[in-house]
């Protein structure tokens, strides 16, 4: 199936012929309901997992008073294939597989009710024997937690960068006409559209940043405003890797609802994952040395 991401409802770059020099490319995931197989690209499926390898765990205390940390199996999130995916880079000694795993329990980091998420790089040529089953997670805390199984759809699209990140000169000019969109969705008649009733096209919504599950591109800073996301072990600035989201869309987005599933909106969540206050999280790696930590960050 072709899910395709209509044509932003107008040429940001011809408004702001700056903002090509932020062009960046994303490759929105599309996740959609399906059984995926241990060599495809999916969420919420079977890893390619080597049967001669430990499963990772989280040996965290989940749970108040726990006396010890038992050793707990992470929940397979997803598995990204480079050939799959065009805005995903290689990861350490080449690897071409990305593997998201996390704890079902917010039990973790310094307040002890933050997230755990863990990511494993291989090369997929490599595996031979595949685990048939992985080990059971036991008691989840939060279903949130829990991919409903999803085959991938990936589409490349373009995206500009946060509106509070346009500084200077263009951050003014790209804030003022904002406004005066804001403005116009208002006088008709507070229906956010316009005489012919289509939404009114906002910056933020509508020509920036897509929503929903995707590699690369940009990130959003919805909940936090900007942040710096630098490297623990050289200082490089990062790059966005991938954001795992709980909505595919917002009601303040649907220009990005793919032509093929409009008007249909039951595939907003098709996921079934809950990230912090429905919202999601951005994953960064670092350009100048794949095998440095990620960086997390909740929006």
């Known amino acids: 199936m072709r899910l395709t991401t209509p044509p932003r409802p107008l040429d940001v770059e011809s408004l702001f012929p700056e903002l090509a020099a932020h062009r960046r490319t994303a490759t929105r995931l599309h996740p959609r309901a399906g059984a995926a197989r241990v060599r495809d690209s999916h969420i919420g499926g079977p890893m390619l997992w080597p049967a001669d390898e430990p499963w990772p765990v989280c040996e965290a205390p989940h749970g108040r008073g726990a006396p010890a940390a038992v050793p707990r199996p992470l929940l397979a999130v997803a598995q990204l294939y480079g050939r799959d995916v065009p805005d995903l880079p290689a990861g350490p000694d080449g690897g071409d597989l990305l593997q998201v795993f996390w704890c079902p329990f917010d039990a973790h980091g310094p307040t002890g009710a933050g ?109 936090t405003g900007p942040g710096a996301m630098d490297c623990r072990t050289c200082g490089s600035a990062m790059d ?38 429905h919202g999601k999280l951005n994953i960064f790696t670092c350009p100048q040395g794949p095998a440095h930590p990620h960086e997390f960050s909740v929006q």
Not at 144 to 158: I, K, Q, R
Request: charged share 25%; proline share 10%; aromatic share 8%.
């Open 240 to 277: 966005l890797l991938l954001t795992i989201a709980t909505n595919e869309w917002h009601s303040d987005g649907t220009s990005w609802i793919p032509l093929e599933e409009r008007p249909d909106d039951r595939n907003r969540t098709p996921t079934g994952v809950v990230v912090g206050n």
């Open 115 to 223: 997230m755990y998420v863990h990511l494993h790089w291989r090369r997929a040529a490599e595996v031979r024997q595949v685990l048939a089953e992985p080990p059971a997670p036991g008691p989840v805390g939060f279903d949130g937690y829990v991919p409903s199984p999803c085959v991938l759809h990936p589409e490349e699209v373009t995206e500009y960068p946060y509106i509070e990140l346009l500084t200077g000169a263009l951050g003014a000019r790209v804030e003022e006409w904002e406004d005066a969109q804001e403005e116009a969705a208002y006088e008709a008649d507070g229906s956010e559209a316009d005489g012919d009733g289509d939404p009114v096209p906002s910056y933020q919504c509508d020509l920036s940043i897509a929503p929903g599950w995707k590699a690369g591109g940009h990130a959003a800073w919805n909940l």
